[in-house]
């Protein structure tokens, strides 16, 4: 259990501190490096602001969504399971429990990553805990064997 937390919680505190600095930055957009810019977007949806016009709805969903994903990923992990496992769940906890406290106390989910290239997906904006949980489901078709 010991890496679902700590991988939890890798995600959830530089994320939350990242978006709390976006926020306030009146700077913005502007570039890191050539590819990657900076800005600041709120998503009032879901992926690709699917769902804006609900923000409600929207929040309830995910929540119970991440209520669920938690128990279950509680249990899995509780057993004997492979490290790979435990840290593909604590990822897709940490990132949806980002996402999830962004939409109860501020309405939206701040995002601010996006990339020059390819051109036609430089509007899409994503954050840290967005990654997570890529990377997350990742990990968890490499470790599909084990469940």
């Known amino acids: 259990m010991f890496t679902f937390f700590v991988s939890a919680l890798t995600v959830?505190?530089?994320?939350?501190?990242i978006k709390?600095?976006?926020r306030q930055d009146r700077n913005?957009?502007?570039?890191?490096g050539r590819q990657v810019i900076l800005r600041y977007s709120q998503n009032r949806g879901m992926f690709m602001n699917l769902l804006q016009n609900h923000?409600?709805?929207?929040?309830v969903l995910t929540s119970c969504v991440l209520a669920l994903l938690s128990v279950f990923a509680f249990f899995t992990c509780r057993?004997?399971?492979s490290v790979l496992?435990?840290?593909?769940?604590?990822?897709?906890?940490g990132g949806a429990a980002s996402n999830v406290y962004d939409h109860l106390t501020c309405g939206f989910?701040?995002?601010y990553i996006s990339f020059c290239r390819p051109a036609r997906l430089s509007h899409i904006v994503y954050n840290i805990a967005d990654f997570a949980i890529f990377l997350s489901v990742i990990l968890l078709t490499a470790a599909s064997p084990e469940l």
């Open 85 to 93: 496992l435990r840290l593909a769940f604590g990822l897709m906890c």
């Open 20 to 22: 709390h600095k976006i």
């Open 109 to 111: 989910v701040t995002d």
């Open 28 to 32: 913005l957009p502007r570039p890191l």
């Open 55 to 59: 923000p409600r709805f929207v929040s």
């Open 12 to 17: 959830f505190i530089p994320d939350q501190h």
């Open 79 to 81: 057993k004997e399971s």
